[in-house]
């Protein structure tokens, strides 16, 4: 992995390295976003506590999907 830190050291913007990214193979990209994933795994001391949702909020979003699954399958 040493060579995504080389790479991305000469690269000044976020546009630079997006596009450095998306250049990868599909297999270099994996690996570049578990490299990611492992540093900020190491910065981060503490995990976000988890989302808290309401049963009728959940309800909703299953009612909309199911929905949406129907007009897709009726092609609308």
Do not use: C, K, V, Y
């Not at 913007?13 to 997006?18: A, D, M, Q, S």
């Not at 795994?41 to 808290?52: F, K, V």
């Amino acid at each position: 992995m040493r060579h995504f830190t080389e790479e991305i050291d000469t690269m000044t913007t976020l546009t630079e390295i997006e596009a450095a990214a998306d250049a990868l193979s599909s297999e270099q990209q994996q690996e570049l976003f578990l490299f990611l994933a492992a540093r900020l795994r190491a910065g981060s001391t503490q995990l976000p506590s988890p989302r808290e949702f309401s049963r009728p909020q959940i309800e909703a979003w299953i009612a909309d999907d199911e929905e949406g699954m129907r007009r897709f399958q009726a092609g609308e």
